[in-house]
């Protein structure tokens, strides 16, 4: 877990790109016929059925996939969405790792692929499925490669992109995988303190070590001095290459003691590839011993703390209207009342095509989409290569004209400037 720059600027930014063109690009396999390409709906049913061979053990595929004849081990990215119908997995398909990740671009996948890569390496002919086979699987078998043949960002996202032509990593995993390209190659780069949490509101029984972020959009670190620890928590402090202090508060449970510092040692060995473990020091609140009261000693006694509050989340505070209004009590949407997406491309077109089924790769720069949430807003989403002829007066009446859905408020974003509420209500549509 490294050495941390000594300021924000030192701290490592990152700009979402796709590889460089030349970046070790392979022919895909279905070839395009430049005069008339394929859209990107047709791209999407193409691959739909095909079981894509990254590796001879290493497969990725969606929902609508062909299912192999021989013995597999899944990966199931994304629990809550249901296989078709028609198509679950047969008897020979075994599920060997089921976690349930969103396509948004606030959604963590790093704090995930310890344990996706302890599977890998335990398994033989693992699928790794998504929705669609887009952007979670995909971006997760780019971390695979990585991770297991110490390949770089650009190399590991060619040769996926080879065997599936569309793969496309919503911005936030690029960002992510891009920080894992930088954490493999300097200590430096990689946080200071975790903290081992509930993964998110919808999936508050699976615990993870988290990254304390001093400003998460910004990407940059919090120090040890800056991160406020609870009684029912556990935080995780990288004091050297070789030296981790695991603090427990007085309410942190055994169990919890033993996975976080599991996870530890499945961070260094698979995500950094380090051959030697670090040794684990457990520090009790109200017990804590001098060097690492020294270590995350403030600078000055009136430093602000960050208090990471997401430890009591057994108690979910009422912060999102838009979650608190449309969750009912079993944590489950009816179909009637989740957020629905539409697109359009051009001001010509008759009517907003609804997509049944959708995940941030909907959402391509040369359409608009409306994402509806029922009794709250709506969203007009611009990509950025819209037409200036969509202007907000043509935007809203588009949207108002429609006489299947009474409309709520509107707010118009546009791509790469989204706040957190649209991807809020756009992941709860899944």
């Given at each position: ?61 969606g929902h609508g996939v062909v299912w192999p004849k021989q013995s597999h081990s899944l990966i199931n990215l994304a629990s809550e969405v249901p ?130 972020w001093l400003t998460p959009h910004a990407r940059i670190h919090a120090t040890p001095a800056q991160v406020r620890r609870r009684s029912n928590g ?197």
């Open positions: 877990m490294g050495q941390q720059p000594s300021s924000s600027r030192d701290s490592f930014g990152i700009v979402p790109s796709e590889p460089p063109a030349n970046a070790d690009k392979k022919l895909p396999p279905q070839h395009v016929n430049v005069d008339d390409p394929p859209s990107r709906k047709e791209r999407l049913a193409v691959c739909a059925p095909i079981l894509s061979a990254i590796r001879p053990w290493l497969f990725v595929a296989f078709l119908e028609d198509n679950p997995p047969p008897p020979h398909i075994h599920s060997v790792l089921t976690l349930a990740l969103r396509d948004g671009a606030t959604q963590e996948i790093l704090p995930f692929l310890p344990r996706v890569l302890e599977t890998v390496q335990t398994q033989d002919n693992v699928i790794v499925m998504c929705q669609q086979g887009v952007s979670r699987s995909c971006a997760t078998a780019i971390a695979i490669l990585m991770c297991r043949e110490s390949m770089s960002y650009a190399s590991a996202f060619a040769d996926v992109k080879a065997a599936r032509d569309v793969c496309s990593p919503n911005a936030g995993f690029i960002c992510q995988l891009m920080e894992l390209h930088a954490q493999r190659q300097d200590q430096a780069k990689r946080p200071r303190v975790y903290r081992f949490v509930p993964h998110a509101l919808h999936d508050l029984a699976t615990n993870v070590l988290k990254p304390c556990i935080y995780v402090y990288s004091e050297s290459p070789l030296t981790v202090f695991l603090w427990r508060g007085q309410d942190a449970t055994d169990a919890n003691v033993t996975s976080a510092t599991t996870e530890v040692h499945l961070w260094y060995l698979h995500l950094w590839g380090e051959t030697t473990m670090p040794s684990v020091i457990v520090e009790r609140e109200g017990a804590e011993s001098a060097a690492f009261l020294s270590f995350v000693q403030p600078a000055a006694l009136d430093d602000a703390t960050i208090d990471f509050d997401d430890v009591s989340w057994t108690e979910p505070p009422r912060t999102r209207q838009v979650e608190d209004d449309l969750a009912p009590s079993d944590g489950l949407l009816d179909s009637s009342r989740k957020p629905q997406l539409r697109v359009i491309e051009s001001v010509d077109d008759e009517s907003w095509e609804l997509l049944q089924e959708y995940d941030s790769s909907d959402l391509v720069p040369n359409q608009v989409g409306w994402l509806h949430v029922p009794g709250d807003r709506d969203y007009i989403w611009l990509g950025k290569a819209c037409k200036s002829s969509w202007t907000y007066d043509v935007l809203v009446q588009r949207v108002q004209r429609d006489p299947s859905i009474q409309a709520g408020p509107i707010t118009i974003v546009r791509e790469k400037e989204e706040p957190e509420a649209f991807w809020t209500a756009f992941e709860m549509g899944y």
